[in-house]
């Protein structure tokens, strides 16, 4: 069975702090895709980044980065120097790979996180 | 890049009354669109998967006869809540999906308040 387990319901954090966000996943699939959204108190879901299980590599952009760890399965989501504006619910999913169509995602449960000034 | 708008926003209905969410996919075609819901301060659930041209695959526990989905063209599935209680309320969120790269699209959501 396909499951994402994000342990840390909520999280709060003062600015300027850096904050990692946890995710752990379960899959039979050799292939697979990872995601990071953040969604606001709007509700609409912004996508942040996918990766495909076969790049391990870890990614960096401005100051969110990912570290992709097939051997702990997990992928977790780092915010540097975080700001006030970075107060969301943030969801790490799961996707499969049937013809290339990942497929419904599989969602965890999200972090709450809170950001002050 | 690839837009899928929902319609509409935000809905308040009396109960017993049915209601139809729109997900239009943009600037692209979608083959396959999928219904999401959210309860607050829950995690995203699928409801069903929407192909065009054919019926939609629901999850289990989702009544297909109270949440009918259309998906009649490449660009528009609809989701219908009929008789619609309390308990439905809700946030829905569609995804539609680009073949090719395979790459996922949400819409901004629609928010369901039954009274």
């Known amino acids: 069975a396909q499951k994402v387990t994000q342990a840390q319901t909520e999280i709060s954090v003062v600015e300027k702090e850096d904050v990692t966000l946890d995710c752990v996943y379960e899959?039979?699939?050799?292939?697979?895709?990872l995601f990071w959204y953040k969604q606001p108190p709007s509700g609409e879901l912004v996508f942040l980044i996918r990766?495909?299980?076969?790049?391990?590599q870890n990614e960096i952009s401005g100051r969110y980065s990912w570290n992709f760890q097939k051997s702990t399965s997990s992928f977790n989501f780092t915010i540097t120097a975080s700001q006030v504006v970075d107060s969301a619910v943030y969801f790490c999913?799961?996707?499969?790979?049937?013809?290339?169509?990942?497929?419904?995602?599989?969602f965890g449960k999200g972090t709450k996180l809170s950001v002050k000034p | 890049g690839a837009v899928v708008s929902q319609h509409p926003s935000r809905v308040i209905c009396k109960s017993g009354t049915s209601v139809k969410i729109e997900c239009r996919s943009l600037d692209f075609q979608a083959t396959t669109m999928f219904w999401y819901r959210q309860f607050p301060k829950q995690s995203l659930m699928l409801m069903a998967t929407s192909n065009e041209g054919s019926k939609a695959t629901y999850e289990q526990g989702v009544e297909k006869d109270k949440f009918l989905i259309n998906h009649a063209s490449l660009t528009l599935s609809t989701l219908t809540v009929t008789s619609a209680h309390p308990e439905d309320s809700s946030f829905y969120i569609c995804?539609?999906?680009?073949?090719?790269?395979?790459?996922?699209?949400f819409g901004p959501g629609t928010r369901l308040t039954v009274t």
């Open positions: 899959t039979r699939d050799t292939t697979y895709y």
């Open positions: 990766r495909n299980s076969f790049d391990e």
């Open positions: 999913a799961l996707g499969g790979n049937y013809g290339g169509s990942q497929g419904n995602l599989i």
């Open positions: 995804s539609a999906e680009l073949a090719g790269p395979y790459e996922q699209y």
